[in-house]
């Protein structure tokens, strides 16, 4: 954990040491536990810190806990001032990731316990990935992706980042760097942390909203952006497994890893394994419209600061 003073607990801002909740409690018991990641970019030009989307994840998180039946459900009004008044609070003016948490917090509830519903938030720098070479080797994972009718992906529940961890940390201990899992019936489904995009002959194709993926922000950014800036939709359907060994460019995309270049799967370079063309126009657009460099969308970017 970074030196952030405060958190914020039932929204309101206390001491980061402050933020505790029951051992016994059922959000550590049984996981019942929601969240979602945002990211805010610090514009130095413009002295403003924007929040990527901000209505979109809180909109996520409440349909999060309303498939996890949770007794109450915080307005998106009553998330987002929370939020605000922490980064506020702390004062930070870099890059931010933003966690929100809401969770069971009966102490000693039972497994079927829906409140009393409590929100935590952390909010500490954390420094964009950014533009450039980096790029992931992955493995595709022989853990399959968790379904939609046993334990859902659609939602941020802290559970299904079991089913992520096992898959990342197999294809970590066999010498790759990040994964992809495939559903249970074998198409390509999602990273443990990110969705999947992939080009092929310039079209770039996306695993469908039934493929046991998150419904991610950034992915439905890119379905919106694509059309105006490349002239081009991105398709969304099945995706084969080999279908990723025969695309010339592919990467991640998510609020954590933004746009990230996958340079191998199960060690088939993609395309030339280098930073594709496509994947570095995507990054310049991302960047540039998360950060707030022109008006552009300036519907999808909440102002910390000044307003
Ligand atoms: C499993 C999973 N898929 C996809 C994503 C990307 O979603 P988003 O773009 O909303 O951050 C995330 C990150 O939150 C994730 O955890």
């Known amino acids: 954990m970074s030196d ?22 059922p959000a550590v018991k049984y996981a019942t536990n929601v969240f979602e990641g945002i990211r805010g970019y610090w514009n130095q030009a413009r002295n403003e810190m924007f929040l990527f989307r901000l209505t979109e994840h809180l909109e996520r ?4 806990m309303k498939v996890m039946r949770f007794a109450e459900r915080f307005t998106v009004e009553r998330m987002r001032d ?4 922490l980064i506020r609070a702390n004062g930070t003016r870099e890059d931010t ?39 992931a080797h992955c493995a595709v994972s022989s853990w399959a992706r968790i379904a939609d009718h046993s334990l859902p992906p659609r939602i941020k529940c802290v559970a299904n980042y079991n089913n992520s961890r096992l898959a990342w940390m197999q294809a ?3 010498g790759y760097d990040n994964v992809i899992l495939l ?10 942390g990110a969705c999947v995009v992939l080009v092929r002959d310039g079209v770039p194709i996306t695993p469908s909203l039934t493929s046991d993926i998150l419904e991610s922000v950034t992915r439905r950014t890119l379905i ?26 592919a990467f991640f995309c998510g609020t954590g890893h933004e746009i990230l270049p996958i340079f191998s799967i199960d060690r088939h370079p993609v395309g030339s394994g280098e930073l594709g063309h496509l994947t570095m126009a995507v ?4 960047f540039s419209l998360v950060r707030g460099e022109s008006d552009d969308h300036a519907e999808w970017r909440t102002p910390v600061y000044g307003g």
Do not use: W
Request: aromatic content about 8%.
């Open 4 to 25: 952030v003073k405060y958190m914020s607990l039932d929204g309101k801002v206390v001491p980061a040491a402050d933020a505790r909740i029951h051992i016994l409690s």
């Open 61 to 64: 998180m409440r349909f999060s």
């Open 82 to 85: 929370a939020i605000l008044e």
């Open 97 to 135: 990731y933003v966690r929100l948490y809401a969770f069971v917090d009966e102490p000693d509830g039972e497994m079927t316990a829906t409140g009393p519903v409590r929100m935590a938030i952390a909010a500490t720098p954390r420094g964009g990935r950014g533009r450039g070479n980096k790029g």
């Open 172 to 174: 970590k201990a066999d």
């Open 183 to 192: 559903t249970a019936a074998g198409k390509v489904s999602e990273g443990p």
């Open 224 to 249: 919106e952006i694509f059309p105006e800036t490349f002239d081009r939709a991105v398709v969304e359907r099945d995706v084969g497994r080999s279908e990723l060994y025969a695309a010339e460019e």
């Open 283 to 286: 990054q310049k657009r991302y």
